[in-house]
């Protein structure tokens, strides 16, 4: 047989990156170890301290954007990809684990290190153990934030931890698939090893048993000692009974669980934030390796795979559950030498019980075994990936859409072109609307939104496949849909005066579907935020005219500032084709307000050649 890989990790570098991220664990004193050949490996030591763990109560995690450092570099404007572009929600991380890392940025040469080693195009592989590999996950983050740029020539980076406990929430394994990062990240884990399941413990329920264990944990990490069994019973008990509750909660919504009892039982019950990233390795023993990249059966393996037999063995597996955390190297290099590894996919197909597997499944039956899955436990997993499965045909579902949103969007475009025809553009022809047109034009832009209406919503619930969100052509798509549909939109607005009992269109009346299709270009393009706003330059000219109608006469100044800037962008939108003539025709709502404008202001502006020329 040929050497194991795992993705795209060899055999060998596994064991590499297991002796340096062990090695870097036993020198706490240096912020990182720096290991050279045909790669450049990077590895993080741990810490003991519960406050490196635990900053606050109740699970110590914080908003990224209190970490200036995980944002693209040299553009503080452009949002970092850390984030729900649906909700417009930033991801949370665990906030001791990032005030360390930042520190290491800050103070030592790790960045340098990094660049060298892009310099010499070399691979580079952060690796830590225990809360190292946390520093290793926020690390990786940082480099693909900063390095890894559409259109660029660089060597992907790896992210491999051994027993490193949880990192981010859920939307922070939600924004690493989409960004297609998810494969750089993977993660080795003990079947009982307590430390990957700790943050799924609140600091209220674990606190003084953490600050026992983590020391225990650091005096057996350098010399062979027995433990407290009381100690490790009291902790392990507390640990799982939080990982029960979240892991529970969470199967409930896969298995779509609709009881409101459920959302009030959550709303007394603090449940952990954090989920799983990346793809994660569980060892059961017996030289075996179990890959599983979903990650709602990661946090239900997380639970299920460590559970008692019996109420008898509690204070063995609790003992173990600490040995575990120290026990990568030796059953590593078990594992990797008998080459047995299990790849859990197709989940919805999974056995329900060790009689039940089919000849094909009888491999990844074994290893169902070896994690001691109950049947419950193999129904959670089943879930996952009718979820998983779900999300699949949801996205055909709405490929299956994009001929009708093509054809719609067709039918405005005619509606635009004869309306052009007339000297006035579609945006007025539709603010009027005096015929037959202008009604066909109306039930097409409702038919649209129908369909754009259930796209966005499916996105907010997260029910299409993360990678969905970066799918150039549904951008193009969306973009498309939104730059000539949006005006019809503002039309109605303010043709039924909704801003006299509404308010503007922009902060009151806008809706989701426009906010989330511009926010979806800014992010697929890089753009600075707030900075593809052209479908709304109706919005702006309607608040314009409003500002100008009840100023005093000659009252230009009121508007200055707020007309130099609508100018400034609208030339720009009409240079890089964003936004059509049609807005300077003779008919125009805007050109008949523009000409009324101070001669001195108009002299200067720079759209003044191109009004002149259509009028």
Known sequence: MGSLTIGEISGELIKKTCWIAMAAHKSPEKPYLVEKSSEVLISFPGSW???????????????????????????????????????????????????????????????????????????????????????AILTTVWFLEHYLKPGKTLMSPLCVTFGSPLVGDFIFNHALIRENWSNFFLHFVMRYDIVPRILLASLSTVGQELDQILKLLSQKAMFPIQGSVREASTFYTSVMRNASAVASHAACRLM?????????????????????????????????????KNADAILQLLFYSAQLCSENQLNAVAERSLNDHLGYPSELQGCLNWQNVVQLDHLEGLPLSSSGAAAGNIATNIALDDLGLST??????????????????????????????????????????????????????????????????????????????????????????????????????????????????????????????????????????????????????????????????????????????????????????????LERKLDEWIRSNQISNDVFLKGSTFTKWWITLPIQHKSVSPIQGQINREI
């Open 49 to 135: 301290s519960v406050g490196d763990w635990f900053t606050q109560q109740p699970f110590g995690e914080m908003k990224i954007d209190g970490s200036e450092l995980l944002c693209p570099k040299g553009n503080d404007k452009v949002a970092t990809s850390l984030r729900s572009i649906g909700r417009d929600e930033l991801a949370s991380a665990n906030k001791g684990f990032l005030t360390r890392f930042e520190m290491i940025l800050a103070k030592f040469s790790l960045q340098t290190e990094v660049e060298k080693a892009i310099k010499e195009k070399k691979k580079i592989v952060f690796t830590g153990h225990s809360s190292g590999g946390a520093i």
């Open 256 to 292: 779509g669980n609709t009881n409101p009892i459920l959302e009030t039982v959550a709303s007394f019950i603090e449940l952990s934030p954090y989920r799983p990233c990346g793809t994660f390795v569980f060892l059961p023993g017996h030289g075996k390796l179990v890959v599983v």
């Open 376 to 565: 419950r436990a193999r129904l959670c997993l089943r879930a996952a990936g009718e979820h998983e499965k779900q999300k699949l045909s949801n996205q055909q579902r709405m490929d299956n859409k994009r001929q009708e949103i093509e054809l719609g969007l067709a039918k405005l475009e005619e509606y635009k072109s004869k309306s052009a025809l007339c000297k006035v553009g579609y945006y007025d022809a539709f603010r009027i609307s005096k015929y037959e047109d202008d009604f066909k034009a109306n039930v097409t832009r409702l038919e649209l939104t129908g369909i754009w209406d259930e796209i966005i919503e499916m996105l907010n619930r997260y029910e299409l496949p993360e990678p969905f969100e970066s799918r150039k052509d549904w951008i193009e798509l969306a973009t498309k849909y939104r730059r000539i549909v949006e005006p019809l939109d503002i039309a109605n607005y303010y043709r039924h005066a909704k801003n006299e009992d509404t308010g503007s269109y922009m902060y009151k009346g806008r809706p989701r579907r426009y906010k989330y299709t511009q926010r979806w270009r800014e992010h697929g393009l890089r753009m600075p935020v707030g900075s593809s706003a052209e479908s709304c330059f109706w919005a702006e000219v309607e608040e314009l005219l409003l500002l100008y109608r009840t100023a005093d006469p000659g009252a230009f100044e009121v508007i200055r500032e707020r007309t130099i800037n």
